[in-house]
């Protein structure tokens, strides 16, 4: 990839980041937050500033341990936001999009990440 696509992808990844880090944020401001809800909050908080920080460190360092680092943080999110979705049980198909739309934007961390890092490597 080319070092302009990568750059592209790198902050379509720090917005979906962000974007996660607000989530969290704003849910955790709720008062009377039930359980479930809590920790979905807590989860994409969490998810969102780690993958900026292996993002910032793939920028920085030419480890390849952060893809894996990465991968293993994506497959646990999408399989945590299926599991929140799937127990609060599915009442129409827009459950089937919010995990598509879940995927997607975990899958852009995943190839910026690995974008960045292959591109240090190979310099």
């Known amino acids: 990839m080319s070092k302009p696509i990568i750059i592209l992808w790198s902050i379509l990844s720090f ?16 008062e009377q937050l039930p359980t479930l809800q809590f920790i979905a909050a807590t989860m994409a908080f969490g998810y969102g500033l780690i993958t900026i920080y292996l993002l ?56 910026s990440i690995k974008s960045v890092t292959e591109y240090h490597n190979q310099v």
């Open 15 to 30: 917005i979906v980041s962000g974007i996660y880090v607000f989530y969290g944020l704003m849910m955790l401001q709720v």
């Open 56 to 111: 910032s460190l793939a920028w920085t360092k030419t480890d390849k341990s952060l893809v894996q680092m990465t991968k293993y943080i994506v497959v646990t999110m999408f399989v945590a936001q299926i599991v929140l979705t799937l127990d609060v049980g599915m009442i129409s198909g827009f459950e089937w999009l919010g995990i598509l739309i879940v995927s997607l934007m975990v899958g852009i961390n995943w190839i």
